[in-house]
């Protein structure tokens, strides 16, 4: 009869062992996902992320600033969580998986963090990505891509209509250049969208440029904008641009945001915006920082 006992316990507990290791490999789904913007260097040879921010009950926060004496009393926190050499994060690239990141040791030359990428994305210049540890649907398709002919003809002729209506003389529209122009596909919508930046360098001594940057649909061969934003500079030191990072469901609730990197002329931040109820426009929900000091 001990025995008996003493077996059926034996049992017993190699059941429970085993039960308890399955659920320690069953994959936690993590609370806070964290975003990063997927860049490439001004030298053209390096690839780095900057920390966007976290989301958590399905709201998005700064990622907190580590600037000297003003560092934020959560920046080690999150540098230990979410900045440790060899971590990795999935890309994502027009709303679809696009291979891993895997961060690199620090750089002592190079401020940022660099890493290592493995992905079919072709991140360079003002082509951006984003990374992150939130869970990404694997059967999703990418639709990203860049214009067709047609739809940067359409594009450009837009933005000329755009910077005449801000007060821009005509004669400098010769000087309108496409920065990036992307045709995408935003979820759930079913047609897709032109996302662009243009710009119009006044002059070229000093650098004064006037910007623009569209979210539009394309109908009946008409781009209907969707979102807006053009900017005319009083001066070099005021001048701002707007340029697409990527766009995603960081909310996880079926709908994607477009994450964008807005440029000052020292620093630079990150703006995420969202489909209005009435599905006609966007608006902007979060507005941070840049890791710039």
């Known amino acids: 009869m001990r025995s008996f006992l003493v077996l059926t316990c034996a049992v017993l507990a190699i059941v429970c062992l085993s039960s308890t290791f399955e659920q320690s490999q069953q994959p936690v789904k993590p609370s806070e996902s964290v975003w990063f913007a997927l860049q490439e260097d001004f030298g053209g040879r390096r690839l780095y992320v900057d920390p966007i921010g976290t989301v958590a009950a399905g709201k998005i926060f700064p990622a907190p600033s580590g600037c000297g004496e003003e560092e934020d009393p959560g920046f080690k926190k999150f540098q230990t969580t979410y900045l440790r050499p060899l971590q990795s994060y999935s890309v994502t690239f027009g709303g679809a998986p696009a291979g891993v990141v895997v961060l690199k040791l620090p750089d002592p030359t190079f401020g940022g963090i660099l890493v290592q990428y493995d992905g079919p994305a072709h991140v360079h210049g003002p082509v951006m990505a984003l ?3 939130a869970k990404l649907s694997e059967s999703e398709a990418t639709f990203r891509r860049a214009p067709s002919p047609e739809e940067r003809k359409l594009a450009l002729q837009f933005a000329n209509d755009s910077f005449v209506k801000s007060g821009l003389p005509a004669t400098l529209l010769q000087k309108t250049k496409v920065d990036n122009l992307t045709h995408t596909l935003l979820p ?106």
Not at 231 to 236: A, K, M, R
Not at 277 to 293: H, N, T, Y
Request: glycine share 12%.
């Open 131 to 133: 990374a992150t540890n």
């Open 188 to 293: 759930p919508a079913k047609l897709p969208a032109l996302i662009g930046s243009f710009s119009v360098e006044v002059e070229s001594e000093t650098g004064l440029t006037h910007a623009l940057f569209f979210v539009a649909i394309v109908r009946n061969g008409k781009l209907i904008p969707e979102l807006e934003w053009v900017y005319i500079s009083g001066s070099v030191a005021s001048q701002q641009r707007m340029s697409l990072i990527d766009h995603a469901d960081l909310l996880g609730d079926g709908q994607d945001e477009i994450v964008v990197m807005h440029n000052y002329y020292e620093g630079y931040g990150f703006e995420v915006y969202r489909r209005t109820k009435d599905g006609s426009g966007w608006e902007q929900i979060f507005d941070g920082p840049g890791p710039a000091c």
